[in-house]
Nanobody
Framework: QVQLVESGGGLVQAGGSLRLSCAASGSIFSIDDMDWYRQAPGKQREWVAT???????RYADSVKGRFTISRDNAKKMVYLQMNSLKPEDTDVYYCYVNIVPYVGPRRRYWGQGTQVTVSS
């Protein structure tokens, strides 16, 4: 069984910073791409950033230059450092991780989500 647990969300003023974390646990042989998504009520889930197992990063235009994705392979964690936050960044943020288990096929897992609220 694989679990993803996120933390680090909260309420922050515009211009502030937050750091989200996502920890993977369970029967994990290896981890490939690790992503962050976000979703507002009534809207589709939106891709935010990706980091490959080689450390290559990609960002949505809306967060480029403000957000930084990173990972710690030994701890099986992915992070999202969010700076210069704007009210429009208010969303529930989800990690989405491509995991190769010891037994069974590779598959992607979602975290439970963590709320980020940016006040103006």
């Amino acid at each position: 069984q694989v679990q993803l647990v996120e933390s680090g969300g909260g309420l922050v003023q515009a211009g502030g910073s937050l750091r989200l974390s996502c920890a993977a646990s369970g029967s994990i042989f290896s981890i490939d791409d690790m992503d962050w998504y976000r979703q507002a009520p009534g809207k589709q889930r939106e891709w935010v950033a990706t980091i490959t197992n080689q450390g290559t990063t990609r960002y949505a235009d809306s967060v480029k230059g403000r957000f930084t994705i990173s990972r710690d392979n030994a701890k099986k964690m992915v992070y999202l450092q969010m700076n210069s936050l704007k009210p429009e960044d208010t969303d529930v943020y989800y990690c989405y991780v491509n995991i190769v288990p010891y037994v069974g096929p590779r598959r992607r897992y979602w975290g439970q989500g963590t709320q980020v609220t940016v006040s103006s």
